[in-house]
Nanobody
Framework: VQLQACGGGLVQAGASLRLSCAAS????????MGWFRQAPGKEREFVAT????????YYADSVKGRFTISRDNAKNTLYLQMNSLKPEDTAVYYC??????????????????WGQGTQVTVSS
């Protein structure tokens, strides 16, 4: 599956952004989908994940209550609604697809396919 993320931009602290990740192919609904982010000089880190049926979601503590992950399997699209953005949310955001067991939900190794990334910059 090929993934294409978009929706990033430059916003002020407190603003909102919605990222999208369009997937090619007919197998989107069979994958667990996740968002990761990487700030300059830092490791790529887990942000949020949604299981293939959409019923189970997982969030990093740093974004819990502010970000919402969702998916539309009919449109082969993954979303990340980001509210109350903070300067520390500044990073390149990547979408990913895979079939991770629960123990690998938050790990990069759990995801086989990656999008190209979209830049999110939050100014103070």
């Amino acid at each position: 599956v090929q993934l294409q993320a978009c929706g990033g931009g430059l916003v002020q602290a407190g603003a909102s952004l919605r990222l999208s990740c369009a997937a090619s192919g007919s197998t989107f609904s069979t994958y667990t989908m996740g968002w990761f982010r990487q700030a300059p000089g830092k490791e790529r880190e887990f942000v949020a994940t949604i299981r293939r049926g959409g019923g189970n979601t997982y969030y990093a503590d740093s974004v819990k209550g502010r970000f919402t992950i969702s998916r539309d399997n009919a449109k082969n699209t993954l979303y990340l609604q980001m509210n109350s953005l903070k300067p520390e949310d500044t990073a390149v955001y990547y979408c990913a697809a895979g079939t991770p067991p629960l123990s690998y939900i938050e790990k990069r190794q759990g995801y086989r396919y990656w999008g190209q990334g979209t830049q999110v910059t939050v100014s103070s």
